[in-house]
T-cell receptor
Framework: AQSVTQPDIHITVSEGASLELRCNYSYGATPYLFWYVQSPGQGLQLLLKYFSGDTLVQGIKGFEAEFKRSQSSFNLRKPSVHWSDAAEYFCAVGAVGQNFVFGPGTRLSVLP | DAGVIQSPRHEVTEMGQEVTLRCKPISGHNSLFWYRQTMMRGLELLIYFNNNVPIDDSGMPEDRFSAKMPNASFSTLKIQPSEPRDSAVYFC?????????????????FGPGTRLTVT
């Protein structure tokens, strides 16, 4: 069965520091990969997505993610975190003919 | 575009009462999803519709839950009777997909959610 794991429940970084959020998946088919962000009291907003092609994808708000097929990973990165990036981040995976599955989420706190 | 609209934003009800959550998808979108989010279980897909037809309701937890989409601009999720364990945030999302094969590949736009508390 397909699954998505985000090993880090909660991460704290200082403003201006770099960030990497991990995502691993288990899928039988070629996956479509997404990162969403959820601010407190809000719905989810798409940051970026990967379908095919270049394995490094750029998203909104300065985020990027790299697809590594050999590691079944799709980690999210940002070179310099801003206080407004504090939120919950969800990795999601879909595949043709299969339901969309979200990971458990990683909560990001940003220290001033 | 106003985005996905959900109502009410907050609902507090007593156990045993009927609860109806409402969703208006983005105009032109042909797929609609209902999710439930809790601390314990995270974000769970309950049901999704394509062109107003329920495609997969395997995520609906019990017969107490039902969902309808009478037209392209409106959907409801009903819980009858409600129980305290139904307390959660319920999200509606919509997307524009080209056939069922495209369901997994298109961005979903989420509404702000309905926070349900059942006492």
């Amino acid at each position: 069965a397909q699954s998505v794991t985000q090993p880090d429940i909660h991460i704290t970084v200082s403003e201006g520091a770099s960030l990497e959020l991990r995502c691993n998946y288990s899928y039988g088919a070629t996956p479509y990969l997404f990162w969403y962000v959820q601010s407190p009291g809000q719905g989810l907003q798409l940051l970026l997505k990967y379908f095919s092609g270049d394995t490094l994808v750029q998203g909104i708000k300065g985020f990027e993610a790299e697809f590594k097929r050999s590691q079944s990973s799709f980690n999210l990165r940002k070179p310099s975190v801003h206080w407004s990036d504090a939120a919950e981040y969800f990795c999601a995976v879909g595949a043709v003919g299969q339901n969309f599955v979200f990971g458990p989420g990683t909560r990001l706190s940003v220290l001033p | 575009d106003a985005g996905v609209i959900q109502s009410p934003r907050h609902e507090v009800t007593e156990m045993g009462q009927e609860v109806t959550l409402r969703c208006k998808p983005i105009s032109g979108h042909n797929s609609l999803f209902w999710y439930r989010q809790t601390m314990m279980r995270g974000l769970e897909l309950l049901i999704y519709f394509n062109n107003n037809v329920p495609i997969d309701d395997s995520g609906m937890p019990e017969d107490r839950f039902s969902a309808k989409m009478p037209n392209a601009s409106f959907s409801t999720l009903k819980i009858q009777p409600s129980e305290p364990r139904d307390s959660a945030v319920y999200f509606c999302a919509s997307s524009q997909t080209l056939g069922l094969m495209g369901l997994a590949s298109n961005e979903q736009y989420f509404g702000p959610g309905t926070r349900l508390t059942v006492t």
